[in-house]
């Protein structure tokens, strides 16, 4: 069982930039890659990030694409979210995930393990 736990998220104004953070208690984290899912409230979960379990390959939706980047740090067993230029929009409870394989997928259901999430709030 790998459980991950996010750190940093919080209130930043519109314009702003937070980090977040996912550590996961697993031996094989170079092996699975990891996402960042979000959901905002009366919205569904949705994909917003994912990297390879390499950390090589990338994948964005559309709505963050050059605002937001995913990276990770196999020695600490640490995934990344650096959110730059928030909006409103962006204000949701941010998920990280993990794979049990080293591919990146935008599909939830790719990602068996889930932390509790934590809080982005973007005010105008």
């Known amino acids: 069982q790998v459980q991950l736990v996010e750190s940093g998220g919080g209130l930043v104004q519109t314009g702003g930039s937070l980090r977040l953070s996912c550590t996961a208690s697993?031996?094989?984290?170079?092996?699975?890659?990891m996402a960042w899912f979000r959901q905002a409230p009366g919205k569904e979960r949705e994909f917003v990030t994912a990297i390879r379990g390499s950390g090589r390959n990338t994948y964005y939706a559309d709505s963050v694409k050059g605002r937001f980047t995913i990276s990770r740090d196999n020695a600490k067993n640490t995934v990344y979210l650096q959110m730059n230029s928030l909006k409103p929009e962006d204000t949701a409870v941010y998920y990280c995930?993990?794979?049990?394989?080293?591919?990146?997928?935008?599909?939830?259901?790719?990602?068996?393990?889930w932390g509790q999430g934590t809080q982005v709030t973007v005010s105008s």
């Open positions: 995930a993990a794979a049990r394989g080293p591919y990146e997928s935008s599909t939830g259901s790719s990602y068996p393990y």
């Open positions: 697993t031996r094989t984290f170079s092996g699975s890659a």
